[in-house]
């Protein structure tokens, strides 16, 4: 028989290490073969020498010194805890709480603010700009044939209020309000643009609000004589 | 008994002054396990501290009524392994035989001097570990120079015994190659 085998289960002859039936065999080899109870007793002394080397007392140096570092390490760790925790806490409500966020938000407010209020001074650019164009034409006191030339005229730039679209005619509201409101000092072309609307008013939509409907609009203009006759003439 | 499983409740709770009783308490056998598988002062006080750095941030999820040096063996030992094949992957990687020799020489020089304390001790068991593989090197530590029961190597491992049985013989053959070659040195 090989002595390979029990030399290798020499170097686990220790509690635990080879099963019963293992120790057995082994101890039966070991009677009869010197070369492998030579080995065992080297073994035997390095296991002891092993020991001595397990029983000698390690010294922590600087133990107390370790101790602090430990802890000091811990602190730390526990900070940056806290820390991350916290940031955790600010991504759970940040639409809220947080100044950029805040930042944001009066941004949008104020960008739909100011959009209003460009579209409000637009809308007076182009009606003060279209009684200027008008300015200059014929009233209906002077020249009635004019007055169905401006008429003309003011209809070509109609869209400049009024937009058409779908064949149907859109108002703004604002600028009829305006334009209802300076009614007495109203250049001709612009009440002719009223009588427009008023004659069209079927296919005009979208634009009228509660204080300011066709009805209004038509009682404004029947007071009026200049533009009963204005009607008539053309 | 009762009164570490109050002290590592309070732990639980985020006790910090609990916690320094548990590291006050243990360091010292963590620090003895460091240094038997590493053979270096400077390194066994870093995986003590990351042990106990681990054993914090993990303190929730340990049982109080379970043994805590169990689970700080696994800790240290798994640190210490990672620190052993770091050291091996590094030396494979850098130096040539002649550079690792005059390197271990002056380093060996240096851990002597600032570490007097266990001198003897680091130099026997470097003499006696070195050119194990890691693996090897725990178990026969945690075996032979802690004087653990198989079962606790096998929990604290996680190998199986024969796998632990074929390191130990391994690593007991290697020591004995070289205590053989001293005894016919001198
Ligand atoms: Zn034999």
Redesign the pocket.
Known sequence: MS?KK?QKMLFLDRPGELSQSEQKELQQ?LLT?T??AKLQEKIENDAAIIERLRQTAVNVPNAFQLTDDILYSVKLQRRALNIQRKRWINNLFPRFTLPRLRFVLTTFVVLIIAGFLGQEVMILGRISKLEKQLADKPTVQSHDIHESAAMKSFLKNLDQLALVKDDKILVNKKSLETLLKSYGELKMSNRILLQYLQDHKAEIEGFYEKSINPDQIEKVLKKDKRFRQLIRES | MPELYDIFLRCQNGDLAAFRQVVETHQSFAFSLALRMLCDAEDARDVVQESFIKVWQNIGQFDPNRKFTTWLYKIITNLCLDYLKARKRKNRLFSSPLDSKVGNLARAEVDEEKNCMNKELIKEIKMLAEGLTPKQRIVFVLRDLQGLEMDQVVKITGLNKSKIKSNLYHARMNIRAKLEALEKEK
Do not use: R
Request: charged share 0%; net charge neutral; hydrophobic share 15%.
């Open positions: 002595c029990y080899h073969c070369a492998c």
